[in-house]
C-alpha cells in the first residue's frame, strides 16, 4: 500500500512539473505547416517560424536561453501559432525554399495564409524577440 501511495504521489508531482515547465516559454506547434495555417486562421493569430539547423549554435543558445523566458512565452504564445522548422529535414527545406532562407536562425512572421509580413536573420535576445513580436 506505501509503494501504491508513492507512485500515485510521484505521478502527481511530474505531471505538476511537466504542466509548470512547458507553461512558462514559447509553446511550439507540432504538427505541419498546413496544420499550423488552419489553426492560425481557426484562433485568429500570425505565424511565427523559427528556421534552425541541427548544427546551429545560435539556434540551440536561442532554443535553450530565450525561447523559454515566461515573458517570451507569453507574448509570442498569445500572438502566434509558433513552429520550429528544422530547415534540413522534413518540410523544412520545401519551406525554407519559399521563404528564402539562407542563414540560421531565420525567424518569418507570416499571416494564417503564409504570406510573409517580418523577416529577422541571426539570433535575438529575449528583448529583441519582444520587439520582433510587436
Known amino acids: 500500500m506505501k509503494k501504491l501511495k508513492l507512485v500515485f504521489f510521484a505521478g502527481i508531482v511530474m505531471m505538476f512539473l ?19 495555417q488552419v489553426k492560425a486562421k481557426e484562433e485568429g493569430k500570425q505565424i511565427f517560424m523559427d ?3 541541427s ?7 536561442m532554443a535553450k536561453k530565450y525561447f523559454t523566458l515566461e515573458i ?13 522548422i528544422d530547415a534540413e529535414k522534413g518540410e523544412g527545406p ?7 532562407v539562407k542563414a540560421y536562425p531565420t525567424l518569418i512572421f507570416a ?7 517580418k523577416k ?9 524577440l519582444l520587439d520582433l513580436a510587436k
Not at 511537466?18 to 499550423?36: D, R
Not at 548544427?55 to 543558445?61: E, F, L, S, T, V
Not at 529577422?120 to 529583441?128: D, P, S, T, V
Open 18 to 36: 511537466s504542466t509548470t515547465v512547458k507553461a512558462q516559454g514559447i509553446e511550439f506547434f507540432h504538427g505541419t505547416y498546413a496544420e499550423a
Open 51 to 53: 528556421f534552425y539547423t
Open 55 to 61: 548544427w546551429c549554435g545560435p539556434c540551440k543558445m
Open 72 to 84: 517570451v512565452g507569453k507574448e509570442f504564445n498569445k500572438k502566434f501559432i509558433c513552429l520550429k
Open 94 to 100: 520545401e519551406l525554407a525554399k519559399k521563404y528564402n
Open 111 to 117: 499571416d494564417a495564409s503564409g504570406k510573409e509580413l
Open 120 to 128: 529577422a536573420l541571426g539570433m535575438r535576445n529575449g528583448e529583441q
